[in-house]
């Protein structure tokens, strides 16, 4: 069984939208954090929104004001809505999931933006 399937890469044109999402096996309870990282090639991984146990959310300095999360707690799953994508925006995103035991990773997905 895969842990976490992320979905909702794609290309997408400057200015443009796209919609991840993440859901995670029924198997994981215990959750403390659902969130998203992306990484670009020569960069490190790093975070862009997560979701707190409680209903915090925290989002890294670039995503604010264009980026959206959001959790389904009946299907398991976390959202990232990205609205008015930039060049800078284009990297593998992944899916992260944090319980009591441990730190789940998804296989990443593919976001490109380009004209």
């Known amino acids: 069984q895969v842990p976490l399937v992320e979905s909702g890469g794609g290309l997408v044109q400057p200015g443009g939208s796209l919609r991840l999402s993440c859901k995670a096996h029924?198997?994981?309870?215990?959750?403390?954090?659902m969130g998203w990282y992306r990484q670009a090639p020569g960069k490190q991984r790093e975070l862009v929104a997560t979701?707190?146990?409680?209903?915090?959310?925290v989002y890294a300095d670039s995503a604010k004001g264009r980026f959206t999360i959001s959790r389904d707690n009946t299907n398991y799953t976390v959202y990232l809505q990205m609205n008015s994508l930039k060049p800078e925006d284009a990297a593998i995103y992944y899916c992260?999931?944090?319980?009591?035991?441990?730190?789940?990773w998804g296989q990443g997905t593919q976001v490109t933006v380009s004209s």
């Open positions: 979701i707190i146990e409680g209903g915090n959310v």
């Open positions: 029924e198997s994981i309870f215990s959750i403390n954090s």
């Open positions: 992260k999931v944090i319980t009591t035991k441990r730190i789940y």
